[in-house]
């Protein structure tokens, strides 16, 4: 069929009618449709269509390939195009500057050789102006304009830049500007430095010889630190600007120098103005004359007021050479994390300028001193912060905050010192690694939480011996870090269901370490105790809960027999245990051979009850003193009631007689033990004992009853 072509013809023919102008898709599928002879040739069709799509796709990706690789290359070109525009722009911008400096040189030579040429231009621009006058206002209009030719093209510093008749550019140029922690190329920028300010701006892409606002910084708060030449980075400096540094390149080491001096004359001369200009406001100004007056009793109260001095009469002098420096070495000490020799300036200044009267002068240098105290003050914060490095400890911390509080920030200082303590402590106790023993993991935790709390008191002390009122913040601080590490210990200890044993010995640790605190007048037991009252609970009843269940399961398979333990190793052992439980007279009860004349129910009630006992005294305080009496009591119960229903029920004579010697055994021998060693751990006895060992019958049960009431 007519479709049913070769592979090269068929898809050379299919190409070029779906390429065709007047393709239709509905036509073309009606058509062929009807001319196919089966689902076979639609399935060679479509997939001919699929392979043909596939081809085209392809050709496709090749194609955008191809032209993305000119793109890029094009782009490439337009920019070197541009830096080199750019280069040759700034190339003719300076030539122009020579010219003209080379052009006002001539005239100025010529003016010396011949002043009355000299006088006669200057007459014939303006004849009512004087030379003097004329040249500064020459000059100082040139400056303008310079400066606002400049400005015109750096978009969005108008408003940061209002024209002020002493405000004039000093010196511009290129620089590139790097990564401060990486050192890697960030971007090109252009740096305007007037004798104010330095203005940085970026070069806009698309305009050449236009740039956009960047920063704007004050040379009052600017310091410049060369930077070491490191191959490949070299003719480097950093501008300095709380709270953050920049680094930038310079085109090559002349420029780099001419950058570094300019900017440091600029800054002195700013130093020497501003120096000139508190000096002549510091100059005492003549009082206005006051009118004659015609009253008689003036005179008596101008009599008065010479006697009382004025203190706006008393000047402050400003004029010395450490105060005029003083904002800029502040700088300096804040750039170089010299926070002591800042604070001692500080302190100097204070002193200077505490018997002095505010006058508008002092106002102004106070408002320059308390923008650098902030600065170190955020510095010093900073220094504090969690953030940072947590390693060396609490003394690590002392630097920063004896300066806060020399500054007057104690409750600051307090508030940072113990988060970052916090912080440490916390930090500490999560890297810690869960392996081995539960007691092996507490040990560790104990030694880790309680040495940094005692470390962090010492170092508290020392730091805050004159702030008294701190005390308090620390106490509660030492609460929230407690609740810290009592939440990890009831984690490790509690939720992972260890036996008594293992939780009374994590307990006992916990303690002992606690007490250490006392060395400093620090007790924080009761608020350990607080924290673990609820598990320790938790952990007595759910052991109580399972010696009831197994001395239940035992009564339930009790023969009531003598125990034969078979050997004398095993008879020796036993009586071993029950010598360490308090039965001291235990022999009695013993037999011929290996025989115990006791039921084995009975005897591991008996330890069982013991063991319960010991452990729990080891968790005892007074808030667990009525948890404690009720689980012994409840256990005692159990197997009380069980040894008389079992008397009630039992018909044997000599099982009779042997059940008494059981009940017997437990009134006169385990319950005074269980309440002494109560007593001796308590210290006090225990009422609710004595009433169930005093009882002069056993209990009462339903004698018609055949199964135990408990």
């Known amino acids: 069929m007519a479709l049913s072509l070769g592979e090269g013809g068929g898809g050379s023919r299919l190409r070029r009618q779906l390429e065709s102008g007047g393709f239709a898709a509905g036509e073309y599928v009606k058509q062929l449709s009807q001319q196919s002879d089966g689902d076979r040739d639609l399935q060679e069709h479509r997939q001919r269509i699929q392979a043909l799509s596939e081809e085209t796709a392809q050709s496709l990706k090749r194609n955008v390939y191809q032209n993305y690789r000119q793109f890029i290359e094009t782009a490439r070109e337009i920019s070197y195009l541009e830096s080199e525009m750019y280069q040759l722009s700034h190339i003719l911008t300076e030539q122009k500057g020579i010219m003209e400096a080379v052009t006002q040189a001539l005239l100025l030579q010529a003016d010396r050789d011949d002043p009355a040429l000299g006088a006669r231009r200057a007459a014939a621009a303006d004849p009512f102006l004087p030379l003097s006058a004329k040249d500064a206002a020459a000059n100082e209009e040139g400056r303008q304009r310079t400066l606002t030719t400049l400005l015109e093209k750096v978009e969005g510093c108008r408003d940061l830049l209002p024209e002020s008749p002493g405000k004039y550019l000093v010196y511009n140029g290129d620089l590139v500007e790097y990564d401060a922690d990486h050192m890697a190329q960030i971007q090109r920028v252009h740096a305007f430095l007037m004798n104010d300010c330095l203005l940085v701006a970026t070069a806009l892409p698309n305009r050449r010889g236009a740039y956009r606002y960047d920063a704007l910084y004050p040379l009052d708060g600017l310091a410049v630190v060369n930077v070491k030449d490191n191959p490949p980075m070299k003719d480097m400096f950093k501008l300095l600007m709380f709270p ?130 902030r600065q170190l003050t955020d510095v010093l914060v900073f220094e504090l912060s969690p953030d940072r490095s947590l390693r060396g400890g609490p003394r690590a911390t002392r630097r920063a905050v004896s300066q806060l509080i020399r500054l007057g920030q104690s409750t600051k200082a307090c508030e940072l010192f113990l988060k970052n303590r916090a912080a440490a402590v916390q930090t500490a106790i999560r890297q810690l690694r869960i392996e081995g023993a539960t007691l092996l993991y507490i040990h560790k935790l104990c030694h880790v939480f309680f040495t940094s709390l005692l470390e962090t008191a010492r170092e508290f002390e020392t730091d805050f011996a004159g702030n008294n009122g701190c005390y308090s913040a620390f106490v509660v601080w030492a609460r929230s870090s407690m609740r810290m590490f009592v939440d990890a210990f009831s984690k490790q200890v509690f939720d992972s269901k260890e036996s008594l044993s293992t939780a009374a010995e994590c307990v006992k640790v916990a303690k002992e370490h606690c007490k250490q605190l006392s060395e400093i007048g620090l007790d924080l037991t009761f608020i350990i105790h607080t924290l673990l009252v609820k598990d320790i609970k ?55 051979d290996c025989w115990v004349n006791l039921s084995y129910t009975v005897v591991a009630f008996t330890k069982q009850t013991m063991a319960f006992l010991e452990e729990a005294l080891k968790l005892y305080f007074p808030e667990l003193h009525m948890v404690l009496l009720e689980s012994l009591v409840e256990i005692i119960l159990v197997a009380v009631q069980h040894v008389d229903y079992s008397l009630r029920c039992e018909q044997d004579p000599e099982k009779k007689a042997f059940i008494r010697q059981n009940a017997s055994f437990l009134y006169e021998t385990v319950l005074p033990v269980v309440e002494k060693r109560f007593e001796e751990g308590v210290g006090k006895p225990a009422k609710q004992l004595q009433d169930l060992r005093n009882a002069s019958r056993l209990m009462r049960v339903n004698p018609e009853s055949t199964t135990s009431v408990v």
């Open 244 to 373: 953050e540094s920049r680094i930038f390149q310079a085109e090559n080491a002349k420029i780099k120098k001419e950058w570094l001096e300019v900017l440091e004359e600029t800054k002195r001369n700013r130093a020497l103005s501003e120096k000139r200009r508190l000096e002549q406001e510091a100059l005492p100004r003549p009082a206005p004359t006051p009118p004659e007056s015609t009253n008689p009793f003036d005179e008596d109260e101008d009599e008065e007021e010479e006697d009382e001095p004025s203190a706006e009469e008393e000047v402050v002098d400003l004029s010395l050479e450490w105060i005029q420096e003083l904002p800029e070495d502040l700088d300096v000490c804040i750039a170089q994390r010299d926070f002591e020799g800042a604070v001692d300036l500080l302190d100097k200044l204070n002193e200077y300028l505490a018997d002095k009267p505010v006058s508008q002068p002092v106002k102004e240098l106070r408002a320059k001193v308390d923008e650098r105290v």
């Open 538 to 592: 938790g952990a007595l009843q759910s052991y109580k809960d399972i010696i009831i269940e197994a001395t239940k399961h035992r009564n339930s398979e009790e023969m009531w027999r003598k125990m034969n333990l078979m050997t004398p190793e095993a008879l020796g052992k036993l009586r071993e245990e029950m010598r360490s439980c308090g039965v001291g007279n235990f022999d009695q009860y013993t037999g011929d």
